[in-house]
Nanobody, 115 residues
Framework: QVQLVESGGGLVEPGGSPTLSCQAS????????MAWYRQAPGKEREHVAD???????KYNPSVEGRFTISRDNARPTIFLKMDSLKPEDTAVYYC?????????WGQGTQVTVSS
């Protein structure tokens, strides 16, 4: 099973631009999608963005134009560049790896947007 470790969260002021990282033990074999999800207090976990093995990206409309997902092709790591953060972006951000035979989640990293 793919192991995932997120980093880069913390307290950020509104308008800030942090970058989250998700280091995987490996990219899944075959076709895969790597994604970011988030869960705000009292809310269900929601999809934020994903990137496929072929580099195709998808975004939640609430973050499109502000967040950018990318992948390091030299090592199994994905990133989430977050721009123009808003208080409503406060959540635990999770990394997810979905392969042909595997579906793994990271432990999450807290992002708090507050002045």
């Amino acid at each position: 099973q793919v192991q995932l470790v997120e980093s880069g969260g913390g307290l950020v002021e509104p308008g800030g631009s942090p970058t989250l990282s998700c280091q995987a033990s490996e990219y899944p074999s075959g076709f895969y999608v790597m994604a970011w999800y988030r869960q705000a207090p009292g809310k269900e976990r929601e999809h934020v963005a994903d990137i496929s093995k072929f580099g195709i990206t998808k975004y939640n409309p609430s973050v499109e134009g502000r967040f950018t997902i990318s992948r390091d092709n030299a090592r199994p790591t994905i990133f989430l560049k977050m721009d123009s953060l808003k208080p409503e972006d406060t959540a635990v951000y999770y990394c997810r790896s979905t392969g042909e035979t595997d579906d793994s989640w990271g432990q999450g990293t807290q992002v708090t947007v507050s002045s």
